[in-house]
């Protein structure tokens, strides 16, 4: 799976200042009369083994959601659910409902087993665990827009000689959408989704439901608790998209966010001259990676460093930064190796250009539901002229040098179809325990600044030097984050004020 895509996965991916803002919706909670849902809020699931690849214990079910709520009585949707009841029924408190990011991933498995769970006992004892493959995904009426291999690589480099191409190629993943499902396209959305997850607490019999989320995770819960505040339970939001920027914005900051991460470790990096030789003061460093991505622009050279997605590649000086760009978060010190071997490395040929057959069918199906719901949430976020996209690629390559012409580059988006609805404004006082690490490359420290601004009732947990994408649970984590968490959902009760943990 190509870096740029993982990154995309694993940020759920996260609008740039200088980009339209969508008209953001009420913040008043979804509303619609609860006669027209009834059928599907009283539905009675038949639950059932969840397949050969989950634990016996592991029961799914599937239930019916409408494909649009404002036409209760018009099309469909299939939704896969799976709840992993709590062992000790006198110390349950309810449901804790769970998403793992994207958009695009899903989300059945989640919380399989006991050993896969980052939760402790103590936590396990008073929910069940409910997971879910979000609409348009996994076994939930997937989207499938028969695209090719050639077509799957989002966010692209800016290049003036391939910006045709790229063009090209993302208005014919665009095309392929709506050919095959052009229906359907506006109305998968986090709005949605989240409405979708109403309808489980409402088959589930529960009258409020927590949750925790990762990532896109995130995003999706803090709209959760827009639409239904009343319904919100113990909110856990880990590792935040910024929820008022979610779409074009969503990339653009990873871009941002990568300049000081890149400054960081030229400090770090300097300060061990004698082991890495790449210059004994920040600027030196610096100037050391810049001449490194030059050469390997003018010419390529053969990698064998620490990203098994550039293994034994030619790879010029936009591979080098795609590939490094998290490397500066999560081990400073292999991208400083990565460097060392790439300046030592021979100029070899450009690879040849892979053929452009039919993509792997999982690739292909992930890639479809991430684009869907990045472009429909956010319509007035994406600019329809692709000139625009090479006004700002150039713009933001110069202000954010590291990632900023990937991210302001041409997508899909550009050819979208208009969501169903504008973009969700998320500013409320439901409670909630916000989880960030200080380095985190998918999904920013500013991200989660901003959702804890916009979720007005919540706490921060902030670790400082934290190195990761994911809090709760991630070894490595230091015990007073994850004490945190486990005290909030055992207890109900948030922190008196924001934290700060060391890593």
């Excluded at 709209?223 to 779409?247: C, E, H, K």
Aim: aromatic share 8%; net charge positive.
């Amino acid at each position: 799976m190509p870096t740029a895509l993982k990154a995309a996965l694993a940020a759920g991916l996260v609008v740039s200042l200088c980009t339209p803002t969508a008209r953001a919706t009420t913040a008043e909670p979804d509303r619609y009369p609860a006669s027209a849902l009834d059928r599907y809020y009283d539905q009675r699931p038949a639950w059932h083994g969840c397949g050969a690849e989950y634990p016996a214990a592991l029961r799914c079910a599937t239930i019916k959601v409408p494909l649009d709520y404002k036409r209760p009585a018009g099309p469909t949707l299939r939704l896969e659910i799976s709840r992993l009841r709590t062992s000790v029924p006198g110390k349950r408190h309810g449901v804790l409902l769970s998403n793992p990011g994207g958009p695009g991933a899903g989300g059945l498995g989640i919380s399989a087993t006991d050993k896969e769970s980052p939760m402790p006992k103590s936590v396990r004892d008073r929910y069940d665990l409910v997971g879910f493959d979000p609409r348009g995904t996994g076994a939930s009426s997937p989207l499938n827009c028969g695209l090719s291999s050639n077509e799957l690589t989002w966010p692209r480099v800016y290049r003036p000689a391939s910006f045709r191409k790229d063009t090209a190629l993302a208005r014919s993943f665009a095309a392929k959408c709506v050919a095959r499902d052009r229906a359907r396209l506006p109305h998968l959305t986090t709005r949605n989704t989240a409405r979708d997850m109403d309808v489980i607490r409402g088959v589930l019999g529960e009258k409020r439901i927590s949750y925790y989320g990762l990532s896109y995770g995130t995003y999706l819960g803090a709209v959760y608790t827009q639409l239904f505040p009343a319904r919100s339970d113990r909110i856990v939001i880990d590792s935040s998209v910024d929820p008022n920027r979610f779409g074009r914005g969503t990339y653009q900051a990873m871009a941002e966010s990568v300049e000081p991460a890149f400054r960081d470790w030229t400090r770090l990096v300097a300060r061990r001259d004698r082991t890495y030789h790449l210059g004994d003061t920040p600027a030196k460093v610096r100037a050391a990676f810049f001449r490194l991505i030059a050469r390997a622009d003018r010419t390529p050279l053969k990698y064998n460093g620490s990203d098994p997605d550039y293994a034994d590649r030619s790879v010029t000086g936009a591979d080098i930064r795609d590939s490094l760009r998290s490397m500066f978060f999560y081990d400073p010190y292999q991208a400083a190796r990565d460097v060392v071997s790439l300046r030592k490395a021979r100029t070899a040929r450009p690879d040849p250009q892979p053929s452009d057959g039919p993509a792997d069918p999982f690739d292909a199906g992930v890639n479809a539901l991430h684009w869907a719901v990045m472009c429909a949430d956010n319509s007035a976020s994406w600019p329809h002229d692709p000139a625009r996209y090479r006004r700002d690629a150039l713009r933001d390559g110069a202000r954010n040098p590291l990632y900023g012409d990937f991210t302001s580059n041409i997508t899909p988006c550009a050819f979208w179809p208009r969501g169903a609805e504008p973009a969700t404004r998320v500013n409320n006082t439901v409670g909630a325990l916000v989880l960030q690490n200080q380095w985190d490359s998918q999904t920013p420290a500013a991200s989660g600044r901003s959702m804890h601004r916009a979720l007005r009732g919540s706490r921060l947990v902030m670790v400082q030097g934290g190195r990761d994408h994911g809090v709760y649970g991630i070894p490595g984590t230091p015990a007073c984050a994850n004490n945190a968490v486990n005290t909030y959902l055992i207890t109900g009760r948030l922190p008196s004020a924001d934290i700060t943990c060391r890593a």
